[in-house]
């Protein structure tokens, strides 16, 4: 099992952009996918983007379409989000996450990564 560790966050005001990192150590052969996954305060863990360990395919969730993009670093085990236009909705607990069988999308629709990170904290605020 793979230790991530996420790298990034921070405080920006609407309409500034951050980028996170989320480091892999260990065997990272045996998961099919990789995501970022966010908790406002007061709510439940939702999928922001994912994308195959390939870095084949990717997928964002509606609400940070053409704002956010994912990217895999092939000279290490890093997966980044590059996050522009911040909004203050974007606020929260960013976890990066893996999957040992599910797709790029289909994590981010519907399956619970097995595996965490310990979150790096995002605020967007005035």
């Known amino acids: 099992q793979s230790e991530f560790v996420e790298s990034g966050g921070g405080s920006v005001q609407p309409g500034g952009s951050l980028r996170l990192s989320c480091s892999a150590s260990g065997d990272t052969s045996g998961y099919t996918a990789i995501g970022w996954f966010r908790q406002a305060p007061g709510k439940e863990h939702e999928a922001v983007s994912c994308?195959?360990?390939?870095?084949?395919?990717?997928y964002h969730v509606e609400s940070v379409k053409g704002r956010f993009t994912i990217s895999r670093d092939n000279t290490q085990p890093t997966v980044h989000l590059q996050m522009n236009s911040l909004k203050p909705e974007d606020t929260g607990v960013y976890y990066c996450?893996?999957?040992?069988?599910?797709?790029?999308?289909?994590?981010?629709?519907?399956?619970?990564?097995?595996?965490w990170g310990q979150g790096t904290q995002v605020t967007v605020s005035s």
């Open positions: 994308i195959s360990i390939s870095g084949d395919d990717t």
């Open positions: 996450a893996a999957s040992t069988w599910a797709t790029a999308e289909y994590m981010c629709l519907v399956a619970v990564p097995q595996h």
